[in-house]
């Protein structure tokens, strides 16, 4: 099992930068994709972006080309730097981890995320 806790959400004017945080404890080395989803209110949980051990990337329509995630596996932390941001970027976000073996994902507790117009 993996604990993750994510942190850096607060509150961001639109057209700002803001940097999230994943810190991941436990089974760190057997974690496979690491990413990140969000939730606005009155939404379902979307995808943000993921990243797997070697660096490989992948990200929402919504969010290419404003948003870079990364990790540093010898850390167990990830980030997700996010620039440009828009009112639209408004919502809780999740980091997530999925290990080698294990069909659980792993979720940190959630960071709030607001922009203002």
């Known amino acids: 099992q993996v604990q993750l806790v994510d942190s850096g959400g607060g509150l961001v004017q639109a057209g700002g930068s803001l940097t999230l945080s994943c810190a991941a404890s436990?089974?760190?080395?057997?974690?496979?994709?690491a990413g990140w989803y969000r939730q606005a209110p009155g939404k379902q949980r979307e995808f943000v972006a993921r990243?797997?051990?070697?660096?490989?990337?992948a990200y929402a329509d919504s969010v290419k080309g404003r948003f870079i995630i990364s990790r540093d596996n010898a850390k167990s932390m990830m980030w997700l730097q996010m620039d440009n941001v828009e009112p639209e970027d408004t919502a809780v976000y999740y980091c997530?981890?999925?290990?080698?073996?294990?069909?659980?994902?792993?979720w940190g507790q959630g960071t709030q995320v607001t922009v203002s117009s």
């Open positions: 997530y981890a999925s290990l080698y073996g294990d069909l659980t994902d792993y």
């Open positions: 436990g089974r760190t080395d057997i974690i496979n994709w």
């Open positions: 990243i797997d051990g070697l660096g490989t990337t």
